[in-house]
T-cell receptor, first 111, second 116 residues
Framework: DQQVKQNSPSLSVQEGRISILNCDYTNSMFDYFLWYKKYPAEGPTFLIS???IKDKNEDGRFTVFLNKSAKHLSLHIVPSQPGDSAVYFC??????????WGAGTKLIIKP | EAGVTQSPTHLIKTRGQQATLRCSPI?????VYWYQQALGLGLQFLLW???????NRGNFPPRFSGRQFPNYSSELNVNALELEDSALYLC???????????????FGPGTRLLVL
């Protein structure tokens, strides 16, 4: 039973446009959410996080939105750049500090 | 500050053999996590060690085991290797004292295990 789902295996976006990556979760006990970015042959690197007490967190070109009632979060990248091409993982944490991971979405930025 | 390191980078074994993978966490981090990423799949949680103790394990058979040493480095052992164990094995570390920001894990580059 997948508690964290990223339903889009891949996403292609034109350079300069907005990239929106989506993530859904089922466990209402999750209270912290993170996005990681992974390049080939490297480990994932932390990108941005959000606590369940917030509905938005922004860091430069990256914004994460949390809709608790819908159990949905999204990562917005504006504007998208070629270096953003990577696999993006959504992860959720509960009070036990365990991370539950989605399967990832491969983002391709087209020039 | 040095990041998480893993060795070896690549490992080739045959069915039935044993594999040992190693991980050194970031200095000051007491938690080490192991994940398996099979081709085309997301990260599957394997094991979590903290302060030398196994705290949790994922849905993997007992032939996946490990330990954490007093210096917080860790080993992952996979016995009786099967073809489907071929995957990227990622280690991550975290500082559980930094709870104000929640759990943020820092990953090593991984060990790519190929079972023939």
């Amino acid at each position: 039973d997948q508690q964290v789902k990223q339903n889009s295996p891949s996403l292609s976006v034109q350079e300069g446009r907005i990239s929106i990556l989506n993530c859904d979760y089922t466990n209402s006990m999750f209270d912290y959410f993170l996005w990681y970015k992974k390049y080939p042959a490297e480990g994932p690197t932390f990108l941005i996080s959000i606590s369940s007490i917030k509905d938005k967190n922004e860091d430069g070109r990256f914004t994460v939105f949390l809709n608790k009632s819908a159990k949905h979060l999204s990562l917005h990248i504006v504007p998208s750049q070629p270096g953003d091409s990577a696999v993006y993982f959504c992860a959720a944490s509960d009070s036990n500090y365990q991370l539950i991971w989605g399967a990832g979405t491969k983002l391709i930025i087209k020039p | 500050e040095a990041g998480v390191t893993q060795s070896p980078t690549h490992l080739i074994k045959t069915r039935g053999q044993q594999a040992t993978l190693r991980c050194s966490p970031i200095s000051g981090h007491t938690s080490v996590y192991w994940y398996q990423q099979a081709l085309g799949l997301g990260l599957q949680f394997l094991l979590w060690y903290d302060e030398g103790e196994e705290r949790n394990r994922g849905n993997f058979p007992p032939r996946f085991s490990g330990r954490q040493f007093p210096n917080y480095s860790s080993e992952l052992n996979v016995n009786a290797l099967e073809l489907e164990d071929s995957a990227l094995y990622l280690c991550a570390s975290s500082n559980r004292r930094g709870r104000l920001r929640g759990e943020t894990q820092y990953f090593g580059p991984g060990t790519r295990l190929l079972v023939l």
